[in-house]
């Protein structure tokens, strides 16, 4: 098993060589390449001082390989409720480094995530967005009227009477928590997830079913979180989804130079291209390029 220690390094590496225009490809974090002695204790034990080599590059490279990626764009934070606070910070540091504006950030709940809720959740988005009830599935549905509350393909991000009343009705409902309620819709979206945990196969199951309306119902979504989270957490359950072919995701945002490629990969989607990066659990190699 590759030890989060390595992942710090090769990361560090690999924006180190993009900064400098130099080609990587996947192999770099390659896990058969990785020591496989390591305990379980020691592969979550990350020494300070690499740390904080990490933490040090990724803001001297940052500005470098973000500026105005994003520039003009609006970005909506959609967090889970394992999302730790500092990395959510940092990630909205990045996009105003990007150039993009973050119209808010807005929790998806437990009670929104528990595939229990399901039927709940579906009278919501159906009673409070009529065009909702023709999607295909529940979590369609809910998808649908959630993108149609918070975000948008087109336009100037005004919010009407419909956008009002979704929000009103899902946050009411309890199935959304609004820590910085959003003025205006957004053209993309950013889904950030905590490490896996007891709660993580039912969230996973409920983001990856949601974010493929999210995606249909603005102009981009990445899905993002810590190294656990590709492994048996949300990130993971996305890329074993449909949503994979149409969400990009990011596994890696518990070090300062994921978090960098977090961003890369909404730039990505921005432009049209989805994909999977991060460690070698993702398809599309350690960076976006």
């Known amino acids: 098993m590759i030890t989060l220690r390595y992942h ?5 590496a690999v924006l180190l060589a993009l900064a400098a225009g130099i080609a990587v490809g996947a192999g770099l974090l390659d896990e058969s390449d990785a020591a496989t002695t390591a305990s379980d204790a020691n592969r979550a034990e990350v020494s300070p001082a690499l740390a904080g080599f990490d933490a040090g590059y990724a803001t001297l490279t940052s500005p ?13 934070l959609l967090t889970t409720p394992g999302a730790r606070d500092n990395e959510v910070d940092s990630l909205i540091e990045n996009l105003t480094t990007s150039g993009a504006r973050v119209t808010g950030k807005v929790e998806l709940t437990a009670k929104l995530l528990s595939p229990s809720n399901r039927q709940f959740a579906e009278g919501v988005a159906t009673q409070s967005d009529p ?21 948008a393909t087109k336009g100037d991000g005004a919010l009407d009477e419909t956008s009002r009343t979704i929000r009103s009705a899902f946050v009411e409902g309890g199935l959304l928590d609004p820590d910085q309620d959003p003025e205006t819709s957004a053209q ?3 889904v950030v997830s905590g490490p896996s945990g007891a709660s993580a196969a039912g969230e996973g199951t409920v983001v990856s079913s949601l974010v493929t309306s999210l995606d249909a119902g603005s102009q981009g979504l990445a899905v993002v979180g810590p190294v656990s989270s590709g492994e048996n957490g949300v990130v993971n359950a996305v890329r074993g989804s449909d949503a994979a072919a149409n969400v990009s995701s990011v596994d890696v945002t518990d070090t300062g130079t994921g978090r960098v490629s977090a961003i890369l990969a909404l730039v990505r989607e921005a432009a ?12 599309d190699g350690p960076v976006p390029n």
């Open 272 to 283: 049209g291209q989805s994909g999977a990066w991060g460690t070698s659990r993702a398809a």
């Open 64 to 76: 470098g390989l973000l500026r105005d990626k994003l520039k003009d764009r609006t970005v909506l």
């Open 8 to 12: 710090v390094i090769s990361l560090a």
């Open 131 to 151: 065009q909702a009830a023709t999607a295909a599935s529940a979590y369609d549905k809910i998808g649908a009227a959630i993108a149609r509350g918070y975000l």
């Open 188 to 190: 993309l979206a950013l």
